[in-house]
T-cell receptor
Framework: AQKITQTQPGMFVQEKEAVTLDCTYDTSDPSYGLFWYKQPSSGEMIFLIY??????QNATEGRYSLNFQKARKSANLVISASQLGDSAMYFCAMSLPGGQGGKLIFGQGTELSVKP | NAGVTQTPKFQVLKTGQSMTLQCAQDMNHEYMSWYRQDPGMGLRLIHYSVGAGITDQGEVPNGYNVSRSTTEDFPLRLLSAAPSQTSVYFCASSYFGRGPEQFFGPGTRLTVL
């Protein structure tokens, strides 16, 4: 069965430093997508970055990059130069078979706090 | 574009009552999904749809019904509310095969007493 695991319930980082949020996944399907979403205290879900299982290069979007290690089944999110506005919950998610981006399973999330 | 809209924003029900959570999108997305988020947890898929007239179950479908009569609308019906259905409900939509991003609505916070 598909599963997403985020083992860090909470993380602290100093402003302007880089931080890595861990995510491991389990699936037997060769075709899947990995997503990261940000949920600020206001509650909305904000899409950050996507990595397809066949993508050769690690995905990057501005200050966000996804460290994709297929053999280890990990998809860690790296945030460079942290800002106070990065304080939020971060969720790793994976698409279910046949679901493209429409059927996702989520990890339990990591709460990131950025210190000034 | 309004994106994905959900109504109501907040709702309190008594055990046994029924209600419908509304979801609409104006982006002509084929895919629509309903998720619930319980405190301290990630989102769990309730039902999803790949187009008008086509729906299927997700991880936690019990106690919920859906239908998709138009591309734009995807209502979620609670048949007989239970306290275990107290949660925040998110509707989402996405293109099918034309990009990975799933667009989420603002959520409905439901309390069942």
């Amino acid at each position: 069965a598909q599963k997403i695991t985020q083992t860090q319930p909470g993380m602290f980082v100093q402003e302007k430093e880089a931080v890595t949020l861990d995510c491991t996944y389990d699936t037997s399907d060769p075709s899947y997508g990995l997503f990261w979403y940000k949920q600020p205290s206001s509650g909305e879900m904000i899409f950050l970055i996507y990595q397809g299982s066949y993508d050769q290069q690690n995905a990057t979007e501005g200050r966000y990059s996804l460290n994709f290690q297929k053999a280890r089944k990990s998809a860690n999110l790296v945030i460079s130069a942290s800002q106070l506005g990065d304080s939020a919950m971060y969720f790793c998610a994976m698409s279910l078979p046949g679901g493209q981006g429409g059927k996702l399973i989520f990890g339990q999330g990591t709460e990131l706090s950025v210190k000034p | 574009n309004a994106g994905v809209t959900q109504t109501p924003k907040f709702q309190v029900l008594k055990t046994g009552q029924s209600m419908t959570l509304q979801c609409a999108q104006d982006m002509n997305h084929e895919y629509m999904s309903w998720y619930r988020q319980d405190p301290g947890m990630g989102l769990r898929l309730i039902h999803y749809s790949v187009g008008a007239g086509i729906t299927d179950q997700g991880e936690v479908p019990n106690g919920y019904n859906v239908s998709r009569s138009t591309t734009e609308d995807f209502p979620l019906r609670l048949l007989s509310a239970a306290p275990s259905q107290t949660s925040v409900y998110f509707c989402a939509s996405s293109y099918f095969g034309r990009g990975p991003e799933q667009f989420f609505g603002p959520g409905t916070r439901l309390t069942v007493l």
